[in-house]
C-alpha cells in the first residue's frame, strides 16, 4: 500500500524523481522512497471497474457521446420525433460489441501479466537466498541468476562466475541485437563472489538517474564503504534480457516493474491514424455543421409554417400549454437534429472497424506471404491501417536484414590472373548456378564446414594439385583477419568473426585446405593441407575506415618473413610492385566483372620481408605506439611505410546475399510508381553496390548523383548541381502548395509540389552529408531533389536520422510514407513511418514489436501492397463512397418532406424502419462488398502494378467523390420521394380504399429506398462471390420478411404504440399501382448512373477499367520475369567489408587472453551501445546452406 | 503433403489453403459492357413505353369528378355561418348541382376531399391512443398522455377515443341525388366495408363487451369535445357500426400523408336501376350537412366522384411518368450508342 501522499504527490504532477537513492540489502531504507515494485500491471480494468472504464473510455469517443445526447434528446417529449428505441438499440449493439472485444483483450492481459510475475528468481533474504515471484522483488533486493534466466528487473551487476566480472547477456528482447553483449561488473564488487555470507552484509547505496527509456545510457555512483564508484550502462542488466554463457550472477534491483527501462519503452506506441480516417473525421464534422444548418433551415421554416398555416390549424390541434412560436421552432430545430441523425450514422465507424479487421484477417491468412522455412505468417499488427497500404508512396527500407539476408557467402575469386567460381558449358559460356547443381566435394577435408559450398572443381583441383599462387591465396585469408575459433568439440571449428564478410573468408579457406585452428596473442595455428603449421604473428597492421585494408606480418615456422595484405581494390592497387601490372591488369576485369555481379570484393597481395628491415621497423613501430603524441599519425606513417611494393595475389568476391526475390520486388514497386529510398548504416560503397544488385539503382538510370559533403554550403551546392541537371528549367524557389485541413479546414499545411522530371535518377547521400541536409534550412533543398529521384540511398545514417529522414518525406509530402526494417535501429523510423512494417523471423524483435505489419521477407511487400492494400483500399473507398450515399439518401427524403408536413419533423419512415436500416437491412451487403470486392485478382495486380498509382494520388475517395456522393443522393432522394407523392397522393387502391395514407407512402418509400441502395450496390460490386449474392439477397428478404413482422398483428397486440403500421405492408405492397410506382423510382434513380459509368467507361476508362476489361478477354498472363539488367562495365570499387573499426588490438591483448581461457572471448565489446551505433552488428557467421523448401 | 489439420510440425503456423482465407472464392465478375448496356438501355424504354401506353389507355378508362363545395351555391352561407364559432351547434345544410357529361361505368366511389388539412403534422399523428382503440380498458379510462389535450375533459373524465385526430373528425354527410326526366331518386350508397380488413377487424376494437351494451361499455367516458354525438351513436342505423369500429371514424383515423387528401365516403349501391351499370349521365345534386369547419385554415372540402381500374383511382401522373421515362431512356441509349460507336467500339480506349 502506498501512502496518500504518494497518490498525492501523483496528482500534483510531483512523480518525476530526480534522482534514486538505494541501499542494499535495506528494505526498510528503500520503501521510505515507495519506489515501484516489480510487479508488472498491463491490464486495464478488474472484475469492478470493468463497466465504468469500459464505459468511459467508450464514451470519449465523439461518435458514442453524439448519440448519447441524440438519446437524451429523445426522451424530451416536446423534442422526441422519432422513439428513443431508434437510438437505443444501435448504441447498445455498439457498445457492447466494443465492450466484449475489450474485455477479451484484457483478459488475455491478466493473463499474461500473471504469467510474467510468477516467474521466481532467488532473492537474498536475510543472508539465505530464497526463491521469490517476481512481482514480490523489490529495489535494493540482491538476486542471484543463473545461466539462460531472463533478468527480472533493471540490476546492477555485482559479481559473475566469469573472469574479470563478465557476463554475457541476450538483448533481442529489448532491442533486437542477436549478438551477445557483455557487461562487466565492477572491481569492488566482483570480489564478493559467490560468497553468500559476505553478500548479506554487503551495504551499498547506489545514488542513480530517475527511471527513464534510455536504452542505452546509465549514469549513477556506488558508495560502498565509503568510497564512490562510477556507474554506466556496462554494469547494468536491463530487464528483458537473457542471461547466456554464465554460470551465474548477481544483481543489485535499480528500477523495478513499470520503472524498468523495458516497460519504460513498451506500451507508450503512438496511435497511428489514416489518411481516410482523417478525411472521415473531417468529413463527419462537416456533416454535422450541414446537419445543423439543415436543421436550421427547417426550423425557420417551421416558425414561418406556424405563423402563417399553423396558427389557423390551432382549432384541430393546440399548441403546447406556454409554449411560444419561437420555442417551438427551437424544440422542432432539436426534432430535426434527432430524424436526421442517420447522416452521421453510428454504423459507420462500427462498420469501418469491422471492415478493417476483416482484412487484416486476410493478411495474416494469406498463404502466399506466409514463409515456410521459419515458419512465419504475415502478421497485421496493427488492424486499423489496412487501405492506407493501398496508398504508398515512399518506402524506406533498411538494408542489412532486410533487403539482404545477412549471409556472406565466398562465391568466387581470382587467384594470379584465373577467375575461378563460375561454370561454363562446353561451347565456354557461362551457366547459371542453380541450387541443384552438383557441389565441390569437401569430404577430403575432415575440418571443412560442410554448409560451405561451392561449385566450380576446377578451385580444388588446383589447390590440391599443389599450385603455390592457391596456396598463398588460401594462406593468406587463413591468416589475415581478427576472427576467433572456438571449438566446442574437437573438429568442430566454429569461428567469431566480428563481420560476415571475415567469417566468409576465412571459412572458405578452411574449406580449401587451411584450416585456421587455434591463435595465440603471438601465434597463429593453421593447418595447411593436413599439417599443422604455427606461425608467428608479428604484427597486426589494423582495418580503419581510412586505410581500407588490413595486413598480418608473420613469420612461418622455417623463418619466412611475409606480410599478407587484403583491402580495397584502389588501395592495394597503388601500393603493388610493378613487376605485378600485368596480373593487376587481368585481375581487374575480374574485379569488375564481381562488381557488375553486385559481388563485395577484395583484394589480396603479399610481401615478403628480410630480418634486419623488420627488426628496424618493429622498433619504430613500438616507439610510436607508446608514443603520447601524434601516435595515431605515426602509427600510419610505418603502415604506409611497409605495405608498399607488394606482390598482387588475387582477388575474392563475396556476396551480400539477398533475400529471395528482391530485386524482383523492387522493380514492381517501382512500376507501381512507389519510390524506395534506402537508409542504411552501410558504408557508401556497400551500398551502391547493393543498390545495383537488387535494381534499386540500375545502369540504364540517366545519372546517379552523390552527395558526400562535409560543410552545409558544399551539401547545398551539390543538391543544387543535381537538381539543375535533373530539370534545368525548374524554378530556383521550392513550390509550395498550401492547403487546408484539420478541423474544418483550419489548420493550413504546406506541401511540396513534385517538379517534373524526365529520365530516372538516382541520389546517394552519406550521412554526414544527410546531416546537414536535415538542417532546417537544407531540409526542403534536400526533398526537392530527392523526391525529383526515383531512388535515394542514404548510407551511414544513424536511426535518428533515419527517423528524421522520414519526418521530412511525412512533412513535407502529401504522401504516404512505408518504413520497412528488422533490427532495432530501425524502429525509430517504423515507428514514424505512416506504416512500419517489421521483418519478422529473426531472432530480434524490436522492430516487430514496434511495427504494425511484420513479414517474413520483404518480397511479401510487394504482395502486401500491391494486393492486399490496394485491395484494402479500394474497399474503403467503396465502402465510404457507398456508405454516405444511402445514409444521405435516406435523410435528405426527409427534407423534402419536411415542406408538405409543415416542418413538424415528422419523420417519413417506419420508426422501426429507421432504426433497422442502418444496422441489417443494408449492413451485410456493404459489408460483403468491402470485405470481398476485387477490382482484377492477385495475378493481374501483379501483372499490372500501375493499378496501384490510384491509390497513392487519392483517386477513389476524395472530397470531389464525397461531393459527388452528395449530388447522387440529393438526386436519388428527390426523385425517391417526388415521384411516390406525384404518383400516389391523390389515388386509391384498386377497391376504392385508402391507400395514400402517411403508412402506406411510408411503406412505399422505405421499399423504394432499400431496392434503389441495393441496385447501387449491385451496381458498385465487381467481385461477387457467393457471399456477396446470399448478403444482398437476404437483406432484400430480410427487409420484407421483417417488414412484414413489425406490421403484424401479433406484435401490434402486444405494443399497440410500438408497431402501428399493423397491416399496411398487406394492404400496400399487394397493389399493382405500388410496384409500377417502385419500378419507375428505381428505374430513375439507377438508369442515370449506369449510363454515365458506361459513358466513363466508353470515353475515358480508368486504369482499372482497362484492366477489367482485358481480363474478361484474355487469358490469365503468366508473371513474366524480366530478363536481369545488362551487365554493367563501370569501373567502381566495389571494395566492401562491414567492418567499423578494427579489432586487431585486442586480438593480440596478452592481458586478456593470459588470465583464463574464456568460454567466449570478448571479442564484440561494444564500445557504444549498438543503438547509437551507426550500423547493425548482427549477422551469421557461418555462411548457411538455404534448406530445401518444403513441398506442400 | 495434405492440409494438415493438426497444427503441429514445422508448418504448424502456415494458414489454411482455403479458397475464402486466399481470397479465392468464385465469383462473377460482371461489368458495363456495350454488349449488356446498351440492349437493357433499349429493352427498357421498350417496357416502358408499352407500360405507358397501357396505363394511358387504363386511365383514359376511369372517371373523376370533383365538386368543391365549400363556399359553392347555398353552401356560402353555411361557409359564414361556421365562421362563428358559438354556432357550431347549429345545423346547416346546402345543396350543390352538378352534371356528368359522361357516365360513370361500373362501381362508383365517393369520396371526401379536404384541402390544406395537415394530418401529417407530427404532434397531431401522435396524438392519439392505440391502445385504447383496440379496446383496452385501462387505456380507455387513463388515455395516453399524446393525447393531449384531448385525454380528459375539463372534469376529468377520460374522452375516447381520445387525441387531437380522432377530435377533428370529419363530420359532414352527403346525401346524392339523380335527376331523371322521372324526378330526382336518391343515389344509393353503402356506408360500409369502406376501410382496409386489418383496420376493421384487428387494429380497432370495441373494449370488451361482457353482456353490456356498448353505451354501457363506453361508460365513464366522454365524447371528444368537437363531436356532437359519443362514440357508440356515430352509425344510428347499425348498431355494430359504433363504436371504435366505425367505418368513418377508422377512414378518419388513417391519416393523410399529405395536406391535400380524399377519403372514402361511400360506394354507389348498384343492385337497383338506373344504377346497375353505374352512374348515368345527367344532372345531381348533392345535399350537405355542413359541419365541418374549414375557414380557419384556408382550406377546402370537395365531394369526389369516381370509378377505378387495375391500379386504382384515376391518376394521370403514372402513365404520363412512363412515357416520359421511355423517351429519355430512349435518348439516353442513342447517346450511349453514339458514344459507344466513337470510342469504345475498337477497343482503342481500353488498349493500354
Known sequence: MKPLTYYWNRLRGNKEEKERLLRANDR??????????????????????????????QFTRLANVYFLLLLILQLIPEISSLPWFTTAVPLVIVLSITGVKDANDDIKRHKSDRQVNNRTVEVLVNGKLKEERWKNVQVGDILKLQNNHFVPADLLLLSSSEPLNLVYVETADLDGETNLKVKQALTVTGELGNDIEAYSTFTGEVRCEHPNNRLDKFKGTLTVKGQTHGLDNDKVLLRGCTLRNTEWCFGLVIFGGPDTKLMQNSGQSKFKRTRIDHMMNILVLCICGFLVTICVILSIGNSIWETNEGSAFTVFLPHLPDISVELSSFFIFWSYIIVLNTVVPISLYVSVEIIRLGNSFFIDWDRKMYYPKKDTPAQARTTTLNEELGQIKYIFSDKTGTLTQNIMTFNKCSINGKPYGELYDFSGHKVKILKKMERVDFSWNKLADPKFIFHDHSLVETVREGNSEAHAF???????????????????????????????????????????????????????????????LVAVLDFSNVRKRMSVIVRSPEGKITLFCKGADIVICERLHPSSDKLMEATMKHLNEYAGDGLRTLVLAYKDLDESYLEGWRKRHHEASIAMEEREERLDDLYEEIEKDMTLLGATAVEDKLQDGVPHTIEQLAEADIKIWVLTGDKQETAENIGYACNILREDMNEVFVV???????????????????????????????????????????????????????????????AFALEEDLELELLRTACMCQTVICCRVTPLQKAQVVKAVKKYKQAVTLSIGDGANDVSMIKTAHIGVGISGQEGMQAVLSSDFSLAQFRYLQRLLLVHGRWSYLRMCKFLRYFFLKNFTFTFVHFWYAFFCGFSAQPVYDDWFSTCYNLVYTALPVLALSLFDQDVNSHWSFYYPKLYTPGQWNMYFNRTSFLLCIMQSCYNSIILFFIPYAALHDTVRQDGREIADYQSFAILLQTCLIIVVNAQIFLDTWYWTGINHFFLWGSMAAYFALTFTMNSNGLFFIFPTMFQFLGTGRNSLNQP??????????????????????????????????????????????????????RRVSTRSSYAFSHSQGYGDLVISQKFLGKKTPRRP??????????????????????????????? | MGKEKSKSGPLARRPDNSAFKQQRLPAWTPMLTASTVLPSFY??????????????????????????????????????????????????????????????????????????????????????????????????????????PFDVDEKGVPIAPCGAVANSMFNDSFILTYYTINGPTVVPLLRKGLTWYTDKNVKYRNPKMDNLTLPEVFEGTTRPPYWQKPVYQLDPFDPNNNGFINDDLLVWMREAAFPNFKKLYGFLYRANKPFTKGLPAGNYSVAISYNFPVQYFKGRKEVVLTTVSWFGGQNHFLPIAYLVTSGLILLTAVVLTVVWWKFGKDGKNMAD
Open chain 1, 708 to 770: 558526400t559533403g562535409n560543410t552545409a554550403e558544399a551539401v547545398q551546392k551539390e543538391l543544387k548541381e543535381a537538381r539543375q541537371k535533373m530539370c534545368p528549367q525548374a524554378a530556383a524557389m521550392p513550390s509550395m502548395k498550401k492547403s487546408h485541413g484539420g478541423l474544418f479546414w483550419l489548420t493550413k499545411t504546406k506541401y511540396l509540389q513534385d517538379d517534373k522530371v524526365d529520365g530516372e535518377y538516382g541520389l546517394i547521400i552519406n550521412g554526414s552529408s544527410l
Open chain 1, 474 to 536: 588460401f594462406r593468406l585469408l587463413a591468416l589475415c583477419h581478427t576472427v576467433m575459433p572456438e571449438e566446442k568439440k574437437e573438429g568442430e571449428l566454429n569461428y567469431q568473426a566480428q563481420s560476415p564478410d571475415e567469417s566468409a573468408l576465412v571459412t572458405a579457406a578452411r574449406n580449401f585446405g587451411f584450416v585456421f585452428h587455434c591463435r595465440t596473442p603471438e601465434t597463429i595455428t593453421v593447418m595447411e593441407m593436413g599439417r599443422n603449421v604455427v606461425y608467428e
Open chain 1, 1162 to 1192: 570478448l571479442l564484440f565489446g561494444q564500445k557504444d551501445h549498438p543503438l547509437a551505433e551507426n550500423q547493425p552488428q548482427l549477422f551469421r557467421s557461418i555462411t548457411e546452406e538455404p534448406e530445401e523448401p518444403q513441398s506442400c
Open chain 1, 1073 to 1126: 399501382n405500388t410496384w409500377l410506382i417502385i419500378f419507375l423510382t428505381c428505374l430513375l434513380c439507377i438508369l442515370p448512373i449506369v449510363a454515365l459509368r458506361f459513358i466513363f467507361i466508353q470515353t475515358s476508362p480508368t486504369i482499372n477499367d482497362k484492366v477489367r476489361y482485358k481480363m474478361r478477354r484474355d487469358e490469365i498472363p503468366a508473371i513474366s520475369l524480366r530478363p536481369p539488367a545488362t
Open chain 1, 28 to 57: 526498510s531504507f528503500n520503501l521510505s522512497f515507495h519506489y515501484a515494485k516489480n510487479e508488472i500491471k498491463t491490464s486495464k480494468y478488474n472484475i469492478i471497474t470493468f463497466l465504468p472504464l469500459n464505459l468511459y473510455v
Open chain 2, 43 to 148: 429493352l427498357l424504354a421498350l417496357i416502358c413505353m408499352l407500360l405507358g401506353v397501357w396505363l394511358l389507355l387504363t386511365v383514359q378508362n376511369t372517371q373523376e369528378m370533383k365538386v368543391d363545395y365549400t363556399e359553392a351555391g347555398s353552401c356560402n352561407l353555411c361557409f359564414e355561418m361556421r365562421k362563428n364559432v358559438s354556432n357550431a351547434g347549429q345545423k346547416c345544410t346546402c345543396m350543390i348541382m352538378f352534371s356528368i357529361e359522361k357516365a360513370f361505368k361500373g362501381d362508383v366511389f365517393i369520396y371526401y376531399g379536404l384541402r390544406n388539412f395537415h394530418q401529417n403534422l407530427r404532434r397531431y399523428m401522435d396524438s392519439r391512443d392505440d391502445g385504447q382503440m383496440l379496446g383496452r380498458k385501462s387505456n380507455l379510462k387513463s388515455p395516453s398522455s399524446y393525447c393531449k
